[in-house]
């Protein structure tokens, strides 16, 4: 079978097996973010964090919630790494700095997952399972709670109050994260995968000598990590290491997991709304970026520029022969059009057009389909969007689902839109400017260039992923990098809630047959269009100095 074939029966493969999925954890999450009933489990949390899970909140109070929250979990996460080498489970690892462990701190706090350090000669068991595979978990369902409470937005009228942040916090993790993980993990096992708490060993090698290898609770972690579209690898191969994915199978699982809860959400939109086919309208647009970014890839990875790409059948430098070009390429575009960031091959190595690929996926703002609950979020903003350019076309105001889109509504979606790209740019402005962000740089010209716009570009959308030759683990790296990351997370929120509280007082206005249909292929394509424009004006300018020019170069 040609590799190319191999390609496309994997995709097929992986869009049957999402499209299995797509209603019932849909439909699940819906009830699950819609009951009233309380599990004696969530009762217990409450009490403990003192929550009253009845209270309606307005967008205000929930954001106090989600702000708080998330601080407290930085907190907790630096000192936990600053206080390792006095920890049990440390396996007899030091302390982190203090500047990579605010780095790492915002990073699994803010969904980001961007690593400065190899994990399994910094981490111990403690910090990895009690500190990062925890956030892996708070930080999705952190996500999932803004997605829904915007959803709450559209649905209610004449009341600004958005739900409950604690509720919808604590009913994520525990019914919806939680059981999908443990069968997650209970397939790597299965795979192969490693699930212990061993510690370091001695192992020797073929050739003679030996070579350290450790353990953990690697299954578990991998799952969270993926499903809650994070990222953060336990060893710093990140998934090309075979303990965390052992083989092709595995590979297509993992991706399978990236994909599942962020396209199951458009369906619990649509359930939500009251309107399945909104939800259908929106999924056709993630699904058509998604399908033409794979294709794109593999074009660009599989094509035969050169003698030795004819022999290898592909563009291989820098892949797991385990998982071919293929298996490469759908694992880098499904991890950079969301914000999960894993990798199981070098992201430097793609070809300069591939390099670009990965890179606009995530400047697209990650919402094809995007991570859990910031994909959803980030395309209902674009659609806002969309609706008021429609608008503007025929001279209406525009609607979406039943509401009026105003002043105050496109103001808070173009700030939104704005926010990403100007900490992007500006910090890879400033990071170009000084000598000493220069002297971490492997690579001159534009892959040096591009090494320093992948960064802040994983870190303002909250990927994760990076471009090797970049070496991060400085002063600067680690401090600035942590502000954008934390930056690019809570920014973007303060504006989806004010939305979604504007949105919640506005009362229903009549269908009438002026009305853009937002339920139909004609929405879908302008929706795509918007999104591709708004990239490309954004980031053209940039990416014609990086990835384009290298791949024209080459």
Not at 178 to 200: D, E, M, R, T, Y
Not at 302 to 326: C, N, S
Not at 448 to 462: H, V
Request: aromatic share 10%.
């Amino acid at each position: 079978m040609s590799p190319v074939l191999a390609g496309v029966l994997q995709l097929l493969a992986l869009i049957a097996a999402l499209a299995l999925a797509y209603r019932p954890l849909g439909d699940h999450m819906a009830r699950v973010y819609s009951s009233a009933r309380h599990l004696r489990v969530e009762k217990w949390i409450y009490r403990c964090v003192g929550a009253d899970p009845s209270a309606n909140l307005r967008w205000p109070a929930y954001l106090r919630g989600v702000l708080a929250f998330s601080a407290v979990s930085v907190l907790f996460l630096y000192l936990l790494q600053r206080l390792q080498g006095g920890l049990p489970g440390s396996l007899g690892f030091a302390s982190i700095d203090p500047d990579q462990a605010f780095n790492t701190a915002a990073s699994f706090v803010s969904n980001t997952n961007w690593q400065s350090y190899a994990g399994e000669q910094a981490m111990g068991h403690l910090v990895q399972t009690g500190g990062l595979a925890v956030q892996n978990f708070l930080s999705a369902a952190v996500g999932m709670a803004v997605a829904v409470a915007l959803v709450r937005g559209f649905a209610r009228s004449r009341t600004g109050e958005l739900g409950n942040f604690w509720a919808d916090l604590v009913r994520g993790t525990v019914r919806i994260l939680l059981p999908l993980s443990v069968i997650g993990a209970i397939v790597l096992v299965a795979c192969g995968a490693v699930q212990n708490f061993a510690g370091v060993h001695e192992v020797g090698q073929f050739l003679g000598g030996s070579q350290q290898w450790r353990g953990g609770a690697v299954a578990s972690q991998e799952a969270i990590k993926e499903l809650g579209t994070n990222g953060g690898g336990y060893f710093n191969a990140n998934s090309a290491h075979p303990f965390e994915n052992p083989d092709p199978f595995s590979n297509l699982f993992e991706i399978f997991l990236i994909l599942l809860i962020p396209f199951a959400l458009t369906r619990t939109f649509g359930r939500m709304t009251g309107s399945l086919r909104q939800g259908y309208a929106i999924l056709a647009a993630m699904v058509a970026i998604w399908i033409a970014f794979v294709a794109l890839m593999m074009w660009t990875e599989f094509h035969h520029g050169a003698p030795a790409y004819d022999i290898a059948g592909g563009a291989l430098e820098g892949k797991e022969t385990r998982f071919g070009v293929a298996g490469s390429s759908l694992f880098a575009v499904s991890t950079t059009l969301t914000s999960t960031g894993a990798v199981n091959s070098a992201m430097s190595s793609l070809t300069g057009f591939g390099g670009g690929i990965a890179m606009l996926g995530m400047q697209l703002g990650e919402i094809a389909p995007g991570g859990a609950g910031s994909g959803l979020y980030g395309v209902l903003i674009t659609a806002v969007i969309a609706v008021f350019l429609a608008g503007l076309m025929v001279g209406r105001t525009p609607e979406y689902l039943g509401k009026k889109i105003g002043g105050r509504e496109i103001k808070l979606a173009a700030l939104y839109i704005l926010v990403t790209p100007a900490l992007v740019l500006c910090f890879t402005a400033v990071a170009l400017a000084l000598p000493t962000p220069r002297d971490s740089l492997l690579n001159t010209g534009p892959h040096g260039f591009s090494e320093i716009l992948y960064a802040y570009t994983s870190a303002a959308n909250n990927n994760g992923s990076a471009f090797a030759g970049l070496a991060a683990d400085t002063p600067w790296f680690n401090t600035s990098l942590g502000v954008v990351m934390l930056l690019g997370r809570f920014l973007p929120m303060v504006f989806v809630l004010a939305l979604a509280g504007s949105l919640a007082e506005r009362s229903p206005v009549p269908e009438t047959s002026g009305t853009l249909r937002t339920d139909k292929p004609l929405f879908s394509g302008l929706l795509v269009a918007t999104i591709l424009i708004v990239a490309a004006l954004t980031y053209f300018p940039a990416l014609a100095l990086g990835p384009l020019a290298e791949g024209l170069a080459s």
